[in-house]
């Protein structure tokens, strides 16, 4: 998504009196140790732990748990969890308020602009002089850091999203002290910016309504956490993932990754299986290993041998033909099989590895072919042989602050995507690769992933050092996600095509040779290469929005990037009203598109106080990132509706959230029903859309945006209105020039006749409302404040006496309590 029209500005200064030298590389130890190196982890759905099934297997000590944390002068000491952040440690020890608590996201910028520390002993759990290799590893650190054991720098970390593993052999002791000495995100973009003299590399800073901090494309770090037009700027440090020290001799297992492919002419599926080693010894180890599918009557055994250093095994499985296979599909087109795997490795020195995993079978295909008709190309994805319309939305962080989005979090964001009919979701690029959980609930549920590079909406620096730490990235992630059948595609970053071909930073002419060369630099020399080398299973596009094959033949940035005849569309209009569908792009796929709403009254609440309660209050104003948009809503809702005229402020506020979310979902339902029914038609050289990801999924915070389901996971009525429009079977009407156009649209695999009947059953752990009206009520939406849970249905239009809705709680309540909050509000209520 984009954040419009930049501003230059100077950030703040680093708040240590010496200057940290310009770009040190990720990972560059002291004089003492050498270079350390970058040996990234997998743990996947497909590729569980390794387990040891003889002596002498590796060692391993996890330092999660509690550390010291200090701030830059010794003024703050506290304790802080591991995995962690500063603010998250600062708020547990009720030293601040909620972050999120009003105007916090400002009053607490100081906690960024410090340099804190993160620090702890431990006791060495093992006899270090029997091992060939000790490591420190980092999973992750949030973000510029000094390493250091013992006194002894190891190293330097400047990655969020590297997998950092430092040597440690020949400095462990048997009581260890370790520090992490983090410099401010703030201070040290800032400073990289200071030091890139050429030319600019814009956006300087973020538009003044987001009160944001400068220069996050010189960091890599989470985009977003420097704020985003729906978003706060807390620029975290903090050790983010889990850290362990890890000993092990002869070799060790880095990477575990799997991946299915369809070979037609022979009929028969295979599994690619590529496992990675960190090997110590000086000379090749031989040895075998076995692969066995039970149920699918497969087992092969390879004869294979590892190189000293990073040593790799790729290993095609064959799958037994006379077995039946089944497929993993999206959701609502199939289930999600998987079949459970072991690999087993004997090799002739050292230690039985046996890694349980799970394999799944599913193939992918971005098609871009000509139209009969049509100028430009097709764009839309194949699964297992079947075109698919992608239905969905897209995903930011949960949270800015990554230690607070636990397993349930993600399984309740995900299921209520799967609950409305969506199968496909895109991990928008200014944000996280997400957790690994993540995946797995995707995999489990069958939300298909088209997953961004961490690049969005700026233009970024080619030095050296950058591209080295990029490619480190790059490669650890498409190594970590691969295994994953939800996947589908892999992108290269948010916009930034877009904004070299429109120019959103005001480059002169003359100029724009060179911000393309480090675009094509980045994006293809070194992602697109990299992405290519290590997965060749699913495919790659350069940027969202693209044209393409078509921006791939005009050297990887076209002309016009929206070209409704290629590629994907990102598309947003405020102005005009959103139920007039001749508005819309008839375009190949709609990736990006969307309507602001406010939160729920009950969500809005948890962060404010009576004074914040009013439409115009100074809380409303700044939690509204987005230039114009309180106002742009109000607007909206006036092409249809009256606005609110209550003397009651606070009912004024509340009448006016309902209308939002009624104003959003109605235009999403509209432009959405036109995406769905142009995947038949071609009119005008223009149509056969194939997917519809509606911007966004969910929320980082309590505030206005264009998420369908609010921070803490409250379905508001767009979410509703999402699982009619996005219901496999969908008839839609529409009127052109004095006639009525009606379309059945279906997703199905085979033709189905349709019956109605309304019948409800009643269970211990789910709630009835019976609804009674004398008159129709447009909009009817309940409300049981925060009591966590979703409804069956809810913004409908009441033209019976009667209606019987469902409420599924989240946690446990009770008849009486549900009473007492609920609230109904249709558009009759609103004065």
């Known amino acids: ?446 939300i298909m992933i088209w997953q961004d590079f961490m690049f969005a909406c700026a233009l970024y620096p080619t030095d050296q050092y950058y591209l080295e730490s990029v490619r480190a990235e790059v490669s650890h992630q498409v190594r970590r996600l691969k295994s994953h059948p939800s996947i589908i595609l892999w992108s290269g970053n948010n916009e930034n095509e877009a904004a070299i071909a429109s120019n959103w930073f005001s480059i002169p002419y003359a100029d724009r040779e060179v911000y393309i060369k480090d675009y094509v630099m980045l994006y293809v020399k070194n992602i697109r290469e990299i992405v290519l080398t290590e997965d060749k299973s699913r495919p790659f596009i350069a940027s969202s929005p693209t044209n393409g094959l078509e921006s791939v033949k005009e050297g990887w940035l076209s002309q016009n990037p929206y070209d409704t005849h290629y590629g994907d569309t990102h598309f947003y209009d405020y102005s005009n009203d959103c139920w007039n569908w001749t508005v819309y792009p008839k375009t190949r796929f709609a990736s990006e598109y969307g309507f602001q709403s406010w939160p729920s009254f009950s969500t809005i609440e948890k962060v404010s106080s009576t004074e914040d309660w009013s439409y115009t209050s100074n809380f409303s104003l700044h939690r509204q990132h987005h230039e114009n948009g309180n106002d742009q809503m109000l607007q909206q809702i006036e092409h249809h509706f009256k606005l609110p005229q209550s003397t009651d402020p606070i009912k004024k506020f509340k009448d006016t959230i309902y209308l939002t979310q009624v104003m959003q979902a109605q235009c999403i339902k509209t432009e959405t029903e036109f995406y769905r029914f142009s995947q038949s038609e071609i009119i005008r050289g223009e149509g056969h859309t194939m997917g519809a990801l509606y911007w966004q999924l969910n929320d980082i915070w309590q505030a206005p945006s264009w998420a369908s389901l609010e921070y803490g996971g409250k379905w508001k009525l767009l979410h509703y209105f999402a699982q009619n429009f996005f219901a496999p079977l969908l008839p839609v009407a529409y009127e052109d020039k004095s006639v009525l156009y009606i379309y059945g649209v279906s997703d199905l695999h085979v033709d189905h006749k349709l019956t109605l009947r309304a019948s409800v059953s009643q269970q211990d752990d789910i709630y009835i409302f019976v609804l009674q009206t004398t008159a129709i009520a447009p909009f009817v939406s309940l409300d049981v404040g925060s009591i966590k849970g979703r409804f069956s249905d809810n913004g409908f239009l009441m033209t019976e006496q009667k209606k019987v809705v469902v409420f599924y709680p989240w946690e446990p309540t009770g008849v009486e309590e549900l009473e007492k909050s609920l609230t109904l509000t249709s558009l009759v209520d609103v004065v």
């Open 1 to 446: 998504m984009a954040v419009r029209r930049p501003r230059r500005g100077a950030a703040a200064p680093p708040s240590r009196s010496s200057r940290r030298p310009c770009r040190v590389p990720g990972g560059r130890a002291g004089a003492a140790m050498g270079r350390a190196a970058l040996l990234p982890l997998l743990l996947v759905a497909a590729a569980g732990r390794a387990g040891v099934s003889a002596a002498g297997g590796p060692e391993v000590r996890s330092l999660r748990g509690s550390w010291w944390l200090a701030n830059g002068n010794g003024s703050v000491v506290l304790r802080g969890e591991v995995p962690g952040c500063v603010h998250t440690a600062l708020h547990r020890r009720g030293l601040i308020q909620d972050p999120y608590y009003r105007f916090n996201d400002v009053t607490y910028r100081w906690i960024s602009l410090d340099n804190w520390t993160y620090s702890r002993t431990f006791k060495t759990p093992f006899d270090d002089r029997k091992w060939q290799k000790v490591n420190l590893v980092f999973e992750g650190v949030d973000t510029v850091a000094q390493i250091l054991i013992n006194n002894i720098t190891l190293g330097r970390t400047d990655n969020m999203f590297n997998r950092y593993s430092f040597d440690i052999t020949s400095v462990i002791k048997e009581v260890n002290f370790v520090e992490v000495r983090f410099l401010s995100a703030v201070s040290y973009a800032a400073e990289q910016s200071r030091c890139h003299k050429a030319y600019s590399i814009p956006p300087a800073c973020p538009p003044p309504v987001q009160k944001g901090e400068c220069h996050a494309n010189f960091i890599r770090k989470e985009q977003c956490s420097f704020s985003w037009d729906w978003g706060p700027s807390f620029p975290t440090q903090g050790i983010w993932k889990d850290v362990r020290i890890e000993a092990y001799n002869h070799y060790h297992l880095i990477y575990f990754s799997l991946t299915s492919f369809f070979e037609k002419s022979a009929q028969q599926w295979s599994l690619e299986i590529e496992s990675i080693f960190d090997v110590v010894s000086s000379k090749p180890i031989a040895g075998l290993v076995t692969v066995n599918i039970p149920k699918l009557q497969t087992q092969q055994t390879f004869s294979v041998k590892l190189q000293p250093g990073e040593g790799s095994i790729v290993l095609l499985v064959n799958i037994n033909k006379s077995s039946t296979v089944e497929a993993w599909w999206p959701n609502g087109h199939g289930k999600q099989t998987g079949y459970n795997m072991t690999t087993t490795f004997i090799m002739e020195a050292g230690y039985q590895i046996e890694k349980s995993s799970k394999a799944y079978f599913r193939t992918v295909e971005l098609v871009q072919e000509p139209i009969p008709g049509s100028p430009g190309l097709s764009f839309y994805f194949r699964i297992n042989g079947r075109p698919i319309f992608i239905k969905g939305s897209n995903w930011i962080p949960a949270d800015s602050f990554q230690d607070r989005v636990t397993y349930d979090t993600l399984w309740l964001l995900l299921k209520s995507a799967a609950d409305a009919n969506m199968n496909a979701l895109r991990v928008w690029g200014g944000g996280v690769y997400e957790q690994d959980e993540f995946y797995d609930i995707c995999d489990e549920i069958g």
